[in-house]
């Protein structure tokens, strides 16, 4: 099993719909990250959480939402799909134990706001 | 300003010869630096960190630091065509973790 999961893996849904892309972790680690990649644009940063008291705005978050529920759990919401918001969304987490806290990725998860 | 910078190549480099990719971050505050590599409709693996200059060796990868020039690169030696990917470089800055664009690798056979 991945160490970083998330659900679903395709998503098609309409203009307008509230959508949750979901990620859980069995890596233990604090620090959990949202990103959207865009053909050309790579990696940008969305929301990112050092713990479940401890939400943050990334560089793009408008027009999304966040939720740690618990340590291991960070769902990203888009309360009103808009097709620009078509994109591949990464979850990702991170260990704040560790100097150079590198980022270990989930298997992505593919929108398409029609 | 773009925080990282990557040139989006792509990169056309002969199977066999050295493919030398570069990176240059904006932040000084910037500790810790990552190349990941990504195959297409993949998630990004980790190939190398690096958070002292210098040089660092893994196998057939090297990663390169100058902090005075906010420089980081990354070779790779005797390229295969499995190396044909995209190369992303990442910066941890206040436990955010930036990436570039990526550039696109072609080892061509």
């Known amino acids: 099993d991945a160490d970083v999961t998330q659900t679903p893996r395709n998503r098609i849904t309409k203009t307008g719909k509230r959508i949750m892309l979901e990620c859980s972790q069995t890596?233990?680690?604090?620090?959990m990250y949202w990103y959207r990649q865009d053909p050309g644009l790579g990696l940008r940063l969305i929301y990112y959480?050092?713990?479940?008291?401890?939400?943050n705005k990334g560089e793009i978050s408008d027009g999304y939402s966040v939720s740690r529920q618990a340590q291991a759990k960070f769902s990203l919401s888009l309360e009103s799909a808009i097709p620009n918001q078509t994109a591949l969304y990464f979850c990702?987490?991170?260990?704040?134990?560790?100097?150079?806290?590198?980022?270990?990725f989930g298997q992505g998860t593919r929108l398409t706001v029609v | 300003q773009k925080e990282v910078e990557q040139n989006s190549g792509p990169l056309s480099v002969p199977e066999g010869a050295i493919a030398s990719l570069n990176c240059t971050y904006s932040?000084?505050?910037?500790?810790?630096f990552f190349w990941y590599r990504q195959y297409s409709g993949k998630s990004p693996e980790l190939i190398m960190f690096?958070?002292?200059?210098g040089d660092k060796e893994d196998g057939r990868f090297t990663a390169q630091l100058n902090k005075a020039s906010q420089y980081v690169s990354l070779l790779i030696r005797d390229s295969q065509p499995s190396d044909s990917a995209t190369y992303l470089c990442?910066?941890?800055?206040?436990?955010?973790?930036?990436f570039g664009k990526g550039t696109r690798l072609h080892i061509l056979p």
């Open positions: 990702a987490t991170s260990d704040s134990g560790r100097g150079y806290t590198e980022a270990f």
């Open positions: 690096i958070y002292s200059n």
């Open positions: 990442a910066v941890r800055r206040d436990d955010k973790i930036i």
């Open positions: 959480s050092f713990d479940v008291k401890d939400i």
């Open positions: 932040d000084r505050g910037s500790q810790s």
């Open positions: 890596k233990g680690h604090d620090r």
